[in-house]
């Protein structure tokens, strides 16, 4: 067992990042600790899939010295699905940033479940 975990260690890592992502996801309240755990969920899938794309003793796609053999490369669609991931994830970090920053605005607090008692107070109030 912990040969195969030593031996594996990038997905082992990958899924600490998950969890630690993930728990921190469900487990606070504040929305910057939220989005911090979100970031950290999508750095463990990023580490997930390209090391599940890397093959060792393979090189990059490029064609050097004539070799055209698919057995010498490695597959570069998982690269091109983490650089794609990497951008929305950047962006939704960015639109969820800006909504914080108006909810903070507007309630002077952070924490969701402050946010919801003052919504309903709010609506209560009209």
């Given at each position: 067992?912990?040969?195969?975990?030593?031996?594996?260690?990038?997905?082992?890592?990958?899924?600490?990042?998950?969890?630690?992502?993930?728990?921190?996801?469900?487990?606070?309240r504040?929305?910057?600790?939220?989005?911090?755990?979100?970031?950290?969920?999508?750095?463990?899938?990023?580490?997930?899939?390209?090391?599940?794309?890397?093959?060792?003793?393979?090189?990059?796609?490029?064609?050097?010295?004539?070799?055209?053999?698919?057995?010498?490369?490695?597959?570069?669609?998982?690269?091109?699905?983490?650089?794609?991931?990497i951008?929305?994830?950047?962006?939704?970090?960015?639109?969820?940033?800006?909504?914080?920053?108006?909810?903070?605005?507007?309630?002077?607090?952070?924490?969701?479940?402050?946010?919801?008692?003052?919504?309903?107070?709010?609506?209560?109030?009209?």
């Amino acid at each position: 067992m912990i040969q195969h975990l030593l031996a594996n260690y990038e997905e082992a890592a990958a899924i600490i990042l998950f969890a630690v992502g993930f728990s921190t996801l469900l487990f606070h309240r504040n929305l910057i600790k939220k989005l911090i755990g979100m970031n950290i969920m999508d750095t463990g899938t990023f580490l997930l899939l390209a090391s599940m794309g890397y093959i060792r003793g393979r090189k990059a796609p490029i064609v050097e010295n004539g070799v055209r053999e698919v057995s010498a490369y490695i597959n570069p669609v998982p690269a091109g699905l983490v650089l794609t991931g990497i951008v929305v994830s950047v962006s939704v970090t960015a639109i969820m940033l800006s909504l914080s920053v108006r909810l903070y605005k507007r309630y002077h607090t952070l924490d969701l479940d402050d946010i919801y008692v003052l919504s309903k107070h709010e609506k209560e109030d009209r």
